[in-house]
Structure formats: C-alpha cells, structure tokens
C-alpha cells in the first residue's frame, strides 16, 4: 500500500525549531522527487523544499532560504525538514509529496499533513 506519513508538528515559539519527518512505504522510494508544501489557513497550497532521488539538487521557497533544510535517506525511506528560526508566517498544515522522476510509476502522492503552529 502506498503511503506517505508525517511527523513532528506541534507547538513551537518564534525563534525556535522543528523537524518534520516523513515515512515513505509501499513505492520505489529512491527514485522519487520528495517535497514538503505547506498550507496557511486561508492560503493556497505552497511549495516549500523540494530534493530530487540522490540529494543532487534542492530547491526551497525564497521565505525559508537559509532557515530550513530538506534531507532524505533513501534506506530507510524517509525525508525529513529542519526548521529553524521560525516565524509566525510559517504556521500552517506541512505535507509531504513524492512525484515519480521515471514513467510509469504512481506519482503525486501525498501524505495526510502535520500541523505546524509559531507562536508565544
């Protein structure tokens, strides 16, 4: 069964960080783009860290630059974003993607989303 789950949203204060974590089963994982959107109650769905099968390339949106990383191992099927400095702007519902990098395959999974709430 293909899914994508994530963990470890909560509660955080301006300034301080997260990590989100993402676990992937049920498809050929390495071979995926793997991406971390999130949504702001009101706002459209954004992308926020996108990194492709072998960690050759990342992109982030221009707002997280510098403060957040997007990391996967391909073992154990996981991707994973470090959020530091965080901002109230950065509330919002985090989901995982995957999008296949080959034809052929299931693409444009997504998981059920993790809760990120930056506040005093």
């Known amino acids: 069964q293909v899914q994508l789950v994530e963990s470890g949203g909560g509660l955080v204060q301006p300034g301080g960080s997260l990590r989100l974590s993402c676990a992937a089963s049920g498809f050929t994982f390495s071979v995926y783009n793997m991406r971390w959107y999130r949504q702001a109650p009101g706002k459209e769905r954004e992308l926020v860290a996108d990194?492709?099968?072998?960690?050759?390339?990342?992109i982030y949106l221009a707002s997280v630059k510098g403060r957040f990383t997007i990391s996967r191992d391909n073992a154990k099927k996981t991707v994973s974003l470090q959020m530091n400095s965080l901002k109230a702007d950065d509330t919002g519902v985090y989901y995982c993607?995957?999008?296949?990098?080959?034809?052929?395959?299931?693409?444009?999974?997504w998981g059920p989303g993790t809760q990120v709430t930056v506040s005093s």
């Open positions: 993607n995957a999008v296949a990098g080959v034809p052929g395959l299931p693409s444009d999974l």
């Open positions: 990194i492709t099968p072998y960690d050759v390339r990342t």
